[in-house]
């Protein structure tokens, strides 16, 4: 009902933060737009579920994340796909991990610090009744 539409927007303002402030953050440039298909021709023979943050901002006005949970799911693909896809031992590839790893360690530092455990919860019982 409306209570629970109120709740949906509160969890997207949150969730648009976080993206805005992950595509600020100079470190994460390359995770910022879609892989370029055309400038990495094989990308999507070993990708199979490519993830950025500016598709993460579409799904979130899509509604497609009910709860952080699923949020968090698609934030994990974007830094699993590049260690995935760059795991040589060259420099490109190690940047690129290490950055990889940074955005995996700030998402999960901001959801620990700024989401309130009952307020997923609220999320959780909305996704299970639907
Ligand atoms: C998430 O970004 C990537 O996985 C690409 C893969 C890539 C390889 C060649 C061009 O692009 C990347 C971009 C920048 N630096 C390293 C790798």
Redo the contacts with the bound molecule.
């Keep these: 009902e409306d209570q629970e539409e109120a709740v949906l927007r509160e969890l997207r303002l949150f969730l648009r933060n976080v993206t805005e402030r992950l595509t600020l953050d100079r470190r994460f440039k ?2 910022t737009k879609p ?2 298909i055309e ?2 021709p094989d ?1 999507l023979m070993v990708i199979k579920k490519p993830m ?1 943050l500016s598709t993460l901002l579409t799904n979130i006005d899509e509604h497609k994340y009910v709860t952080v949970g699923e949020f968090m799911s698609d934030t994990d693909l ?1 830094w699993q ?2 260690l995935e ?2 795991p040589d031992s060259d420099p ?2 190690r ?2 991990r290490h950055r ?1 790893c940074a955005l995996k360690d700030t998402v999960r530092a901001i959801i620990k610090d700024e989401l309130d455990e009952d307020f997923e919860r609220v999320c959780e019982e909305i996704k299970e009744s639907r």
């Design positions: 390359a995770f892989v370029d400038e990495v990308y950025d974007i796909n590049a896809y760059n490109m590839d940047h690129i990889a």
